[in-house]
Nanobody, 123 residues
């Protein structure tokens, strides 16, 4: 079973930047789409964006489009979420997930999940 290890969370001021990493235990990770989700206190887990195959096209939730960027380093079996211009409402536990079910938006579209990383944005 593939394991996803996430890192990079922390505290940042509004307007600042943070990069999250999602490292997989297997090279086959590069054959999966990888999604990012976040869950704020009292709210449902929300899809943030996904890097797709073939071609590595990325798609994003409108609220983060232009501020967040997903990228992949295949040699390191790692996917990144670069977050810029952070807002207080971006504060949440962030998760990465890998899937090959054919979907990308729902949590059920992904088979493997990270443990989550807390991102706190101060105003």
């Amino acid at each position: 079973q593939m394991q996803l290890v996430q890192s990079g969370g922390g505290l940042v001021q509004a307007g600042g930047s943070l990069r999250l990493s999602c490292a997989a235990s297997e090279r086959t990770f590069n054959e999966y789409i990888v999604g990012w989700f976040r869950q704020a206190p009292g709210k449902e887990r929300k899809w943030v964006g996904t890097i797709l195959w073939p071609g590595g096209r990325t798609i994003y939730w409108d609220s983060v489009k232009g501020r967040f960027t997903i990228s992949r380093d295949s040699a390191k079996n790692t996917v990144y979420l670069q977050m810029n211009s952070l807002k207080p409402e971006d504060a949440a536990v962030y998760y990465c997930a890998a899937g090959n079910t054919g979907g990308y938006y729902f949590t059920t579209d992904y088979q493997y999940w990270s443990q989550g990383t807390l991102v706190t944005v101060s105003s």
